[in-house]
């Protein structure tokens, strides 16, 4: 059965540093999401993508949060610089089309010290 | 975005129905009513979804009230593997809408 593929699956940083995540959705989906759950709470998005457009951001703190997915197929997202409040799980999802069912991957929980 | 109401925690048995309530009373016509869990270090998976009328999958069953101001997931024989946090959403039909999760329902199944 086709997963969404994240990695790392965990991480820690110190403040102030650099940080990525990368997703491989399954394959075919042509939209992409990323979500920040903190411990407790449910997920939130952050970003959507159709394809390799950015549909919604809204929620995306654009002065340290930077998402992409250059060819349509994977992403990444990145933190800089990282701050303590970044702590939290995140969650890449991907779904056949807009609107469709979504498939959530793994996470990455990321620490930062 | 319409909210949901979803108890913070239930308790079950194992082998016996369990059946999680949501409620929903600013529900527009449109809303579509989506449940997904998510398990101990995992992300959340799909589990159902329906609009006005009951459903009925491998996984679990959805009733929704006649007036669509609440509904109830139910998993017919709780299993240990079905201790997870059950998120009950509301989302609109127009493609780009998002999905909103509450803290749903943290299911615990006793053995």
């Known amino acids: 059965e086709a997963e969404v593929a994240q990695s790392p699956r965990y991480k820690i940083t110190e403040k102030s540093q650099a940080v990525a995540f990368w997703c491989d959705p399954i394959?075919?989906?042509?939209?992409l999401y990323w979500y920040r759950q903190i411990l407790g709470q449910g997920p939130e998005l952050l970003v959507q993508f159709q394809d390799e457009s950015v549909v919604d951001d809204s929620q995306l703190p654009k002065d340290r949060f930077s998402a992409e997915r250059l060819k349509g197929v994977d992403s990444t997202l990145k933190i800089q610089p990282a701050e303590l409040g970044d702590s939290a799980m995140y969650l890449c999802?991907?779904?056949?089309?807009?609107?469709?069912?979504?498939?959530f991957g793994p996470g990455t929980r990321l620490l930062v010290l | 975005d319409a909210k949901t109401t979803q108890p913070n925690s239930m308790e079950s048995n194992e082998e016996e129905p369990v059946h999680l309530p949501c409620n929903h009373s600013t529900i527009s016509g449109t809303d579509y009513i989506h449940w997904y869990r998510q398990l101990p270090s995992q992300g959340p998976e799909y589990v159902i979804h329906?609009?006005?009328s009951n459903v009925n999958n491998r996984m679990a069953s959805l009733a929704i009230a006649e007036d669509r101001k609440s509904s109830t997931l139910i998993l017919h024989r709780a299993t240990l593997r079905d201790a997870a946090v059950y998120y009950c959403?509301?989302?609109?039909?127009?493609?780009?809408?998002?999905?909103?999760f509450g803290k749903g329902t943290r299911l615990s199944v006793i053995a």
């Open positions: 394959s075919g989906h042509a939209t």
């Open positions: 329906g609009l006005t």
């Open positions: 999802a991907s779904s056949l089309v807009m609107g469709e069912t979504q498939y």
């Open positions: 959403i509301l989302r609109g039909n127009s493609g780009n809408t998002p999905l909103v």
